[in-house]
């Protein structure tokens, strides 16, 4: 059982020490302030009252560190859900919502057990991107109606009747209100642009909460919306539960949006620090922390991408960090809950529109859009079902045609040719392929990687593992593929990344033998600009001699 549930926690608490628990603090210190401006306006955003983003930040929080397989990963409210959450809560009320996750919770413990954490990987990127994009912008349209005060009814849950209502209703827009949203926005992006290291969403707030009181602007706040905040978690309890054979699709959805965010995230922080995290661990985690978050009147939860990465670049060496995070917010709500009432509306919805700007990953959005036209296929349909009817059926309908497509992918690059020739030869016969490495002399220095077969995402996580078997780097790096006939998406973000990899390193990465098709993958994704013309060689031979030239340069004296 060890090996398909081991909390990472138990692994690190072996060699731990003074320095690694000072970091943690302070990485789950820092953490635990930016996060309780966002799992309030999570919740806001998701339809249901702001302490229960706070309480789910903080049971989740806690849990998913204490139990899960990541070393770092900060668990909570995210704006991922804030879509399906939202939807069910509007047709099924909250106590749907608990009835969904406690289900999602039971799902997501499974798929751990049956080990379907390693599955996860073989989402095709155009998919995950498609999706992802779709909540960045339904997100965006929910923020609409704070941002600019307008007064409204009942808004509709579809798109385009919301945005209708939008235009419909702009002359009541709030010129105080506005400029509160605006402001916030403002001060994130300032703060972020010359001081990153600072927390610009919680400062907005608190400079937007300031400006209002100073200047006793009539506009609406958490408090006047919501009434007071409690400043205590509730005691353990569940409301009246009644179950709906309906809720098994939503619930699904939550288990499956739970799973891919929580190991992307997970992903996302291997690759910042190193290490690899333990998917079927960290996915009964997120199960037993979801269900404990119905306990305390919580929404659903999953790793939170953005103050996972956060924790890393504060230092964070354990899952202590996310555990002092949750602390951290549960001081916040005994201590300053009275002030959070204070908090314009709006303010929180400039902090959710720079959240789902973060979301929209627009530049793999254009990348993908000027790849193939399979990939693009993909990515706009996923894109397109997310906002206009459902995050299930897009996830399930995108998954699908990738299939489809890469099975007609597979199709046309398959080849079938006559080897009667062949089978009569001599069996002494001895023919060397001419094309061979073997043949060829690597200078020192010079590592060679090649790529058989499409490059597809189902090997990319093969491709990651081989590269990562490098010990140290090499000042040369030779990525030889001249027997891929076929790129997807995938491929050429991971080819991205080691290239971001390489030039943090100084090694020098040089393509061999590319195809026509790769290669006009390459140049329309922006990738063949991005390393360089002159490292995309015909052959081999070309490419070892443009090496050896990289080579001498670097060993010339100055």
Known sequence: MKTIYYPKLLTELKNYNKEKLFADLFAGATV????MPLAIAFAIASGVSPERGLFTAIVAGFLISLLGGSKVQIGGPTGAFVVIVSGIVIQYGYSGLVVCTLMAGVLLILFGVFRFGGLIKFIPFPVTTGFTTGIAVVIFSTQIA??????????????????????????????????????TIAVIIFLRHYFPKVPGMLVGIIVATATARFLHLDIVTIGTRFGALPNVLPHPSLPDLSFNV??????????????????????????????????????????VANIACMFFGGIPATGAIARTATNVKSGARTPIAGMVHAVVLLLLLLLLAPVATLIPLSALAGVLIVVSYNMSEMSHFISILRSSASDSFVLLITFLLTVFVDLTVAVEVGIVLAAFLFVKRMAEVTNVSMITAELRADEDDTREDVNSIETRQVPAGVEVFEVNGPFFFGM??????????????????????????????????????????????????????????????FKRSGLLDEIGRENFCKNIDIALLHAQHLLAKLHKPA
């Open 32 to 35: 635990g302030v930016i996060a």
């Open 460 to 521: 990319i996580d093969t491709f990651k593992s081989t590269i990562n078997g490098l010990e140290k780097p090499v000042p040369v790096l030779i990525i030889r593929i001249r027997k891929v006939l076929s790129v997807d998406a995938t491929a050429i973000h991971a080819l991205r990344e080691l290239a971001h990899r390489c030039k943090k390193e100084n090694t020098h990465l040089i393509f061999s033998g590319v195809h026509a098709q790769p290669l006009l993958a």
């Open 246 to 287: 309906h809720l098994f699709k939503p619930a699904f959805t939550i288990a499956l949006l739970a799973a891919i965010e929580s190991l992307l995230s997970a992903t996302v922080a291997d690759g910042m620090m190193g290490g690899k995290h333990r998917p079927n661990a960290e996915l009964i985690a997120q199960g």
């Open 146 to 183: 704070d941002l600019f005060g307008l007064k409204l009814g009942q808004v509709p849950a579809e798109f385009l009747e919301k945005w209708e209502m939008y235009v419909t209703h702009f002359g009541t827009l709030s010129l105080p209100t506005l400029a509160i949203g605006l402001e």
